[in-house]
């Protein structure tokens, strides 16, 4: 992982607007967002535009899940005084450069992009999938480029998406005769992706696997009785298994005292430490992790004018840099005439 | 034909400037539009964005082409206080809402489209096709819908493109439960495709067989000089054959003495009308016909700032309008947030 650690670079992140962020998202990416933004530029996208791809049958969703995205950021520890917040769909630049970058990429690159073949298995579109989707990897180059953003947080599967976006970075540079377009570089995070409660490899909503950062307390105590861990452990006095055990997994990922669970871990393979240890040992980790942050969030919800505030001064803000790389770009293209 | 004459109708038309004005677009659509200003409300767009799907190469082209195209409408009597001449690339209201008309269309429906197919096979794209013309029916539907066109003047093999529109319109209004935008119907002219000057099918700059409408007296010499007519009319005292016989062709098209080309058509069938003197008459009639457009042409070049101007208000005006439907667009898609 390549960490320059200067304000000179900026990172885009951001996330599609579908639905509450959970712990996923928290050790994916929303823990180091709150780090990056006091080493580098940081914009965070609301890509409400690309929800859209794969959405249109309901924007009303799209549209409301953007406030309770915002809510998550402020209450995770994003600051609007150091990172920029916007909503895409405001910056209508990145639709126009989205538009010009299409013709600097061909369909059959489009096909070979491995993400996207993944989407369509996964979402089983086959041909029938939307134009829309299928050319998102040049809308998200135009995201990249818009804000001349070096450093994008990606998880590994993410990593042809960059290189897309990199080759339409070096065809228009090599077109326009100069370097317009900066070429980013992917910023994996260490710790990958957070499985589902029920064990499976992705906490989604959609899986209904998952703890939103905005649970109640009673809906964290749920979650944490039903989490997976080690179907083999039927006696307290029986050993054991760590490998694909949930509670573990999350309590690497949450429990900040490393000795503690370094300790249990141990008891618990050689035998005598029960589930209901473990899980409560779990719940209270989850609960004091995300009080602070539902109580932020419950202090934002009550003045959503104020949260809509912050988006649209960072829409503005992001705006005002789109719309320079956007005209230096229609200028390369000799789209300017008055 | 369908020819509503009221004010009520609104036209799209337009051409991609990627070269000067010749005789086939004169016989095909501008002398049409000259017509259409004075019964319908008519907005002729020049199409840059459009010209790089497949000029991405060489953008200095489409830019000079652009005052071009712009002095050959004004100079064949495309009246500035009638019609609203637009430059596309300048309202990014048209690159937005294609964005979003992307996910009403499939992957699947864009390959079945003839039009799209056919001219695969013309320019040798095969799947290196680049994803913006691939995709250009989509970016044709949010020109026409923006403007919300009802009547769209094309040839025959256009119509599919028409249909694809007209499907996308049907998709948004049921997905806006509005009838936001608003079908249109293909205004296919009477006279059909005017051969080249070689006899080729078609005129077109790029196979070399093109009269410009701003010709010089001695182009149009030359240019007549080497009209094909009838291969086996080797003496003057031969029957003739009219059949393919382009000089023919092009007294259909332009000679407004009616009943003179018919008494020459007799004569030449019977045999003892020399091709010279049938092409004596044509240069006559192109001269006299393009004398004027010429000189109109040579006025308004002389002070091209004017018709930088006319541009400008022409795209400002027609901006107003795509940006009227493209909010009602946005509003539909939730996509309003302050």
């Not at 509450?20 to 180091?32: I, Q, W």
């Not at 990922?253 to 871990?265: G, L, P, R, S």
């Not at 609960?287 to 009550?302: A, F, V």
């Given at each position: 992982m390549n960490q320059p650690s200067d304000k000179q670079h900026l990172i885009l992140t951001g996330d599609r607007p579908t639905g509450?962020?959970?712990?996923?998202?928290?050790?994916?990416?929303?823990?180091?967002r709150v780090m990056y933004q006091d080493k580098y530029q940081q914009f965070i996208m609301i890509a409400d535009a690309q929800a859209l791809t794969d959405n249109m049958d309901n924007p009303a969703k799209i549209h409301d899940n953007v406030m309770e995205v915002a809510l998550d950021y402020l209450a995770v520890g994003i600051d609007p005084s150091k990172s920029t917040i916007l909503i895409q769909s405001q910056i209508p630049e990145l639709t126009e450069l989205t538009f010009y970058y299409m013709n600097l990429v061909?369909?059959?690159?489009?096909?070979?992009?491995?993400?996207?073949?993944?989407?369509?298995?996964?979402?089983?579109?086959?041909?029938?999938?939307?134009?829309?989707?299928?050319?998102?990897?040049?809308?998200q180059a135009a995201d990249i480029t818009a804000f001349k953003a070096s450093l994008v947080p990606v998880g590994e599967d993410q990593i042809p998406m960059i290189e897309q976006t990199n080759e339409i970075v070096r065809r228009f540079n090599r077109l326009a005769k100069k370097d317009i377009l900066v070429e980013c570089e992917a910023l994996v995070p260490e710790i990958g992706r957070l499985p589902g409660i029920d064990g499976k490899a992705k906490m989604s909503k959609s899986l209904g696997n998952a703890i939103n950062l905005g649970s109640s307390e009673?809906?964290?105590?749920?979650?944490?009785k039903n989490v997976y861990t080690d179907p083999l452990h039927l006696r307290v006095d029986d050993p054991g298994h760590l490998e694909g055990n949930v509670a573990f997994i999350y309590l690497d990922?949450?429990?900040?005292?490393?000795?503690?669970?370094?300790?249990?871990?141990e008891h618990y393979v050689r035998g005598g430490l029960g589930d209901s240890k473990v899980k409560a040992r779990l719940e209270t980790v989850l609960?004091?992790?995300?009080?602070?942050?539902?109580?932020?969030?419950?202090?934002?919800?009550?003045d959503r004018g104020h949260v809509l505030q912050i988006l649209k001064q960072g829409t503005e803000k992001a705006r005002e840099v789109a719309a320079k790389t956007n005209a230096e770009v229609m200028a390369a293209l000799g789209l300017k005439h008055f």
């Open positions: 509450p962020l959970h712990l996923g998202h928290f050790v994916g990416s929303l823990r180091n061909t369909i059959a690159r489009l096909e070979r992009n491995p993400t996207i073949k993944q989407e369509i298995i996964l979402r089983n579109f086959e041909r029938d999938i939307p134009a829309g989707f299928f050319t998102y990897p040049v809308s009673a809906e964290i105590k749920a979650a944490v990922a949450f429990d900040t005292d490393k000795e503690a669970v370094a300790a249990m871990k609960q004091e992790m995300l009080r602070p942050i539902r109580e932020r969030r419950q202090e934002y919800e009550k």
